[in-house]
T-cell receptor
Framework: DAKTTQPTSMDCAEGRAANLPCNHS???????VYWYRQIHSQGPQYIIH???NNETNEMASLIITEDRKSSTLILPHATLRDTAVYYCIVRVANYAGNMLTFGGGTRLMVKP | DAGVTQSPTHLIKTRGQQVTLRCSPK?????VSWYQQALGQGPQFIFQ???????QRGNFPDRFSGHQFPNYSSELNVNALLLGDSALYLC???????????????FGEGSRLTVL
């Protein structure tokens, strides 16, 4: 799986949009981009995934650049409960298994 | 709809002992995987079970073993515990072995193991 690069930490004001970047310049054409988050003392939580088109669900939006070498996870109106470590993961489509390769992630701090 | 449940939530062992951790997958899920998360690091894949067989394994020694039961629940066993085995052990479940959603894992809250 392609390696990802994320900033170590970011701050965001409560109520503002949080934009979390991820670089995956070596991504292959058959690899999806997944985002998970882990709130302190809890298990990771799936947020969203995409292949090449932008995706949106009730939690977030995922914007993937046209060359697919980077992506941005957008939390449109961040709340204090969004404070967590956010992991960007690249994974082969239709991969036969559950293995996810977590990196260090971005520690997002939402401040009042 | 019950999510992934793990037990025990916390436990303390001494070096050389053995430990068994348990996991019940989310209702309707048939695939279980285990991850180890050391303090301050991301989770690391240990192995995955589907149809009661180990299907994939990460870079962990044979001291780590597992089992999946007919009801899809799973156990993680670690023998000859080392200080470095102290970590949060996470169980995750999903449906099926292949398909577009096999990357959508549901994680439990984890079992925190301390080895003294």
């Amino acid at each position: 799986d392609a390696k990802t690069t994320q900033p170590t930490s970011m701050d965001c004001a409560e109520g503002r949009a949080a934009n979390l970047p991820c670089n995956h310049s070596t991504i292959s054409g058959n690899e999806y981009v997944y985002w998970y988050r882990q709130i302190h003392s809890q298990g990771p939580q799936y947020i969203i995934h995409g292949l090449k088109n932008n995706e949106t669900n009730e939690m977030a939006s995922l914007i993937i650049t046209e060359d697919r070498k980077s992506s941005t996870l957008i939390l449109p109106h961040a709340t204090l409960r969004d404070t967590a470590v956010y992991y960007c993961i690249v994974r082969v489509a239709n991969y036969a298994g559950n293995m996810l390769t977590f990196g260090g992630g971005t520690r997002l701090m939402v401040k009042p | 709809d019950a999510g992934v449940t793990q037990s025990p939530t916390h436990l303390i062992k001494t070096r050389g002992q053995q430990v068994t951790l348990r996991c019940s997958p989310k209702s309707g899920h048939d695939t279980v995987s285990w991850y180890q998360q050391a303090l301050g690091q991301g989770p690391q894949f240990i192995f995955q079970y589907y149809e009661e067989e180990e299907r994939q394994r990460g870079n962990f020694p044979d001291r780590f073993s597992g089992h999946q039961f007919p009801n899809y629940s799973s156990e993680l066993n670690v023998n000859a515990l080392l200080l470095g085995d102290s970590a949060l052990y996470l169980c995750a479940s999903s449906l099926g072995l292949r398909g577009p959603n096999t990357g959508e894992l549901f994680f439990g809250e984890g079992s925190r193991l301390t080895v003294l």
